[in-house]
């Protein structure tokens, strides 16, 4: 969008917006810069620092949240592109802070954390391909896994993690459907 300031004289950017976005069940109304980053607002604006920012080219998938449930890489969209819409961080996963995420409890059963710069992408990359895939084989889990990077390479023990956080996820499942 461009906004003139006299006939003749070169474009300016409107610099700022106004957003409303609701981030793991809060609403949040600020005004921000037409150009910031999602990633940035979500650790900067709200202070939610669980999402990494890695390569800022996407490729990583350390900034992986998830956008109306599905994962989306921060670093690659513009906070304005989420207006309206509906975030879940890292920090939004867990029903409270005594009580992890059964995927989060699998990672770290099963020593996936490394040094867990990599942990929060690749836990909400998990939590959106376990919604379709509720009961992956190895293949299918390593082609999950395809978009996030570790830097310490231990895929391993991820896989046998998110195996175990498959488990985890259908027994609760069974669990409610029982009630």
Same mark, same amino acid.
């Not at 607002?41 to 992986?64: A, S």
């Given at each position: 969008?461009?906004?003139?300031?006299?006939?003749?004289?070169?474009?300016?950017?409107?610099?700022?917006?106004?957003?409303?976005?609701?981030?793991?069940?809060?609403?949040?109304?600020?005004?921000?810069?037409?150009?910031?980053?999602?990633?940035?607002?979500?650790?900067?604006?709200?202070?939610?620092?669980?999402?990494?920012?890695?390569?800022?080219?996407?490729?990583?998938?350390?900034?992986?949240?998830?956008?109306?449930?599905?994962?989306?890489?921060?670093?690659?969209? /513009?906070?304005?592109?989420? =207006?309206?819409?509906?975030?879940?961080?890292?920090? +939004? #996963? !867990? $029903?409270?802070?005594?009580?992890?995420?059964?995927?989060?409890?699998?990672?770290?059963?099963?020593?996936?954390?490394?040094?867990?710069?990599?942990?929060?992408?690749?836990?909400?990359?998990?939590?959106?391909? /376990?919604?379709?895939?509720? =009961?992956?084989?190895?293949?299918?889990?390593?082609? +999950? #896994? !395809? $978009?996030?990077?570790?830097?310490?390479?231990?895929?391993?023990?991820?896989?046998?993690?998110?195996?175990?956080?498959?488990?985890?996820?259908?027994?609760?499942?069974?669990?409610?459907?029982?009630?």
């Amino acid at each position: 969008m461009y906004a003139f300031e006299e006939p003749g004289s070169p474009p300016q950017f409107c610099e700022e917006y106004d957003l409303t976005v609701t981030v793991n069940g809060c609403l949040y109304q600020r005004r921000i810069p037409a150009r910031m980053l999602l990633s940035d607002f979500l650790r900067h604006e709200l202070h939610l620092t669980g999402t990494h920012v890695g390569c800022e080219h996407g490729v990583c998938g350390c900034c992986t949240v998830l956008l109306n449930g599905e994962a989306v890489r921060s670093c690659l969209l /513009l906070a304005v592109q989420v =207006d309206n819409m509906a975030l879940t961080t890292i920090e +939004g #996963l !867990a $029903g409270s802070a005594e009580e992890l995420h059964p995927i989060q409890r699998a990672f770290q059963e099963k020593h996936a954390l490394q040094c867990g710069f990599c942990t929060p992408g690749f836990i909400m990359s998990i939590h959106a391909f /376990l919604h379709e895939h509720p =009961d992956p084989d190895e293949p299918e889990i390593r082609q +999950g #896994l !395809a $978009g996030n990077l570790c830097r310490c390479t231990g895929y391993q023990n991820i896989v046998e993690a998110v195996k175990l956080a498959a488990h985890y996820l259908r027994s609760s499942q069974s669990e409610r459907e029982e009630a």
